[in-house]
């Protein structure tokens, strides 16, 4: 009997929110990652983007006050035909000219406090991309393992509404808009500041 009331109970606090505070979320460039895809003629073009690091602050029972960046090192990104990712590189995404992509967080909408499990939230924040800079959303379903989070999120962006060139040519027809899929890794800790110095 004893055991099994010690089971419940352990279960309840592996349910349970995790106790209010401000945490810091580091990502682990090496388990995550970005993948995109589009429609082009006759075929779906995936690729993915380059390594990705960054940390996240946010306080875990509201959300708020959220701050923080990702950083993406376009220079690596590539879809597999090198034909292709050289034209990606010099002629659509510039890298030579524009190296990095820089999500910088500005709010979180967490509906609940942060738990153990499942969570899902969103990401609000500012994309600096391609010489200019715009507001960005990214939902994101968040599973909390003690101190690990893995974070799953996507977006859809309007690469040639945002002023990149469209690849279109002759009969091959590309998408206008790419969908980007993150899949990031992290560790949760607690900021230094909000570390009690004794």
Same mark, same amino acid.
């Given at each position: 009997?004893?055991?099994?009331?010690?089971?419940?109970?352990?279960?309840? !606090?592996?349910?349970? /929110?995790?106790?209010? =505070?401000?945490?810091?979320?580091? @990502? $682990?460039? *090496?388990?995550?990652?970005?993948?995109?895809?589009?429609?082009?003629?006759?075929?779906?073009?995936?690729?993915?983007?380059?390594?990705?690091?960054?940390?996240?602050?946010?306080?875990? !029972?509201?959300?708020? /006050?959220?701050?923080? =960046?990702?950083?993406?090192?376009? @220079? $690596?990104? *590539?879809?597999?035909?090198?034909?292709?990712?050289?034209?990606?590189?010099?002629?659509?995404?510039?890298?030579?000219?524009?190296?990095?992509?820089?999500?910088?967080?500005?709010?979180?909408?967490?509906?609940? /406090?942060?738990?153990?499990?499942?969570?899902?939230?969103? @990401?609000?924040?500012?994309?600096?991309?391609?010489?200019?800079?715009?507001?960005?959303?990214?939902?994101?379903?968040?599973?909390?393992?003690?101190?690990?989070?893995?974070?799953?999120?996507?977006?859809?962006?309007?690469?040639?509404?945002?002023?990149?060139?469209?690849?279109?040519?002759? @009969?091959?027809?590309?998408?206008?808009?790419?969908?980007?899929?993150?899949?990031?890794?992290?560790?949760?800790?607690?900021?230094?500041?909000?570390?009690?110095?004794?």
């Amino acid at each position: 009997m004893r055991r099994a009331q010690i089971l419940m109970l352990a279960g309840v !606090a592996l349910a349970s /929110p995790l106790a209010a =505070a401000p945490r810091l979320l580091e @990502l $682990d460039g *090496a388990r995550s990652a970005i993948e995109v895809r589009f429609g082009a003629t006759l075929q779906m073009v995936r690729g993915r983007l380059g390594p990705i690091a960054g940390t996240i602050q946010f306080d875990d !029972a509201t959300g708020n /006050p959220a701050r923080g =960046a990702i950083v993406i090192d376009l @220079l $690596d990104s *590539a879809t597999g035909v090198g034909r292709r990712d050289r034209k990606m590189h010099e002629k659509i995404l510039e890298t030579p000219r524009y190296p990095r992509a820089v999500f910088t967080l500005e709010r979180v909408d967490l509906p609940s /406090p942060l738990r153990q499990g499942r969570n899902t939230l969103q @990401l609000h924040g500012v994309l600096d991309f391609h010489g200019a800079q715009r507001p960005l959303s990214l939902p994101v379903e968040a599973v909390v393992d003690g101190e690990e989070v893995a974070g799953t999120g996507f977006a859809i962006i309007p690469y040639v509404e945002w002023g990149l060139r469209d690849p279109s040519y002759w @009969l091959l027809r590309v998408a206008k808009e790419v969908r980007v899929d993150v899949r990031t890794v992290g560790l949760l800790k607690t900021p230094p500041s909000a570390v009690d110095p004794q």
